[in-house]
């Protein structure tokens, strides 16, 4: 599956954004899909994941009360609205997928770049 990911910029602490992330080439019913980010210097880090079939969310503690994420089954996206951003927000943001709960994730997005000012 290909996955394209936008809604990246620039925002004060407190602010809001929205990320999308397009999905082609599959049909998305038995995928889990993933949303990570990475700061400068420091590892990939899990922000969260909705099972496609059930939209079953789950989240990491950092960001569990400001972040949500959804899906639009018509436009095969999937969205992570983030609220109250804090500067530790800033990173690249990456959309992964991955077919079923066991598997490792396998398709993975370009990356989008969030700043969060203080």
């Known amino acids: 599956v290909q996955l394209v990911e936008s809604g990246g910029g620039s925002v004060q602490a407190g602010g809001s954004l929205r990320l999308s992330c397009a999905a082609s080439g599959r049909t998305l019913s038995r995928y889990v899909m993933a949303w990570f980010r990475q700061a400068p210097g420091k590892e990939r880090q899990f922000v969260g994941r909705?099972?496609?079939?059930?939209?079953?969310?789950t989240y990491a503690d950092s960001v569990k009360g400001r972040f949500t994420i959804s899906r639009d089954n018509a436009k095969n996206t999937v969205y992570l609205q983030m609220d109250s951003l804090k500067p530790e927000d800033t990173a690249v943001y990456y959309c992964?997928?991955?077919?079923?709960?066991?598997?490792?994730?396998?398709?993975w997005g370009q990356g989008t770049q969030v700043t969060v000012s203080s």
């Open positions: 992964a997928a991955r077919e079923g709960l066991g598997a490792a994730y396998d398709s």
């Open positions: 909705i099972i496609w079939s059930s939209s079953s969310t």
